[in-house]
């Protein structure tokens, strides 16, 4: 083979090759368009990230209504047991006030027999 023959396979070779990377650039190009407007939305489509974050905001909505229910409850049964809690020590005194005076009068009555 002559030295020209070698060089023209060469240069198609080469130009063979630049074919192939510039199709791989384009395709790695579309695919990040296309990954971009799954994210972010692009024309008549909303992406990807604006739908997780309206769909969290909805859902803390949701969770502040339940935690302010949680919290209502909680005030409601701690407001309760401290309710018991004095009633049953106001009943403790009043028997205990019972039991002394019943004591001392008992105490009298038998002074007096």
Known sequence: MSDNNLLHDFIAAQH????RTTETLATIAQ??????????????QK?????MI???KEQS???DDRF??????????????TGSKRW????VAVL??????LGLYLQHVAKLK
Do not use: H
């Open 16 to 19: 063979e090759r630049d074919l």
């Open 31 to 44: 695919s990040q368009k296309d990954m971009c407007a799954r994210l972010f939305g692009g024309e008549n």
């Open 47 to 51: 992406g990807m990230l604006p739908y």
């Open 54 to 56: 309206e769909a969290a």
């Open 61 to 63: 909505a949701k969770m």
């Open 68 to 81: 302010k229910e949680v919290e209502t409850r909680t005030t409601s049964l701690e407001t309760w047991r």
């Open 88 to 91: 049953i020590a106001g009943a």
């Open 96 to 101: 205990a006030l019972e039991g002394s005076a």
